[in-house]
């Protein structure tokens, strides 16, 4: 597995509220967009697998979603979490 349970804590620990705060908006952003870049690194060498781009597709519209939840609710907390993670927009 690309992603280890150690990995999944100190990236929670990093942008949520502590290790174990997988519920947090900015933890659940962050997650995904380590799971993007990988998924797109495997894109880059195996273009025909389509299941993989599907999941790409939906693990995009998902953080983007989450991204105008926060956007709506607190703009300071969006601006700091698309700073971090070098997000456009």
């Known amino acids: 597995m690309y992603l280890t349970k150690e990995d999944k804590q100190k990236l929670f620990a990093e942008h949520g509220s502590g290790k174990t705060d997988t ?16 998924i797109s690194d495997h894109l880059k ?8 781009e599907r999941s790409l597709v939906s693990l995009v519209g998902k953080r983007r979603r989450l991204l105008d939840y926060l956007k ?4 300071t907390r969006y601006r700091e ?3 971090k993670l070098g997000l456009r927009k």
């Open 23 to 38: 519920g947090s908006t900015e933890g659940q952003i962050a997650l995904f967009t380590k799971r993007i870049s990988h």
């Open 45 to 52: 060498t195996n273009q025909k697998d389509f299941n993989s």
């Open 72 to 75: 709506k609710k607190d703009i």
């Open 81 to 83: 979490i698309v700073a």
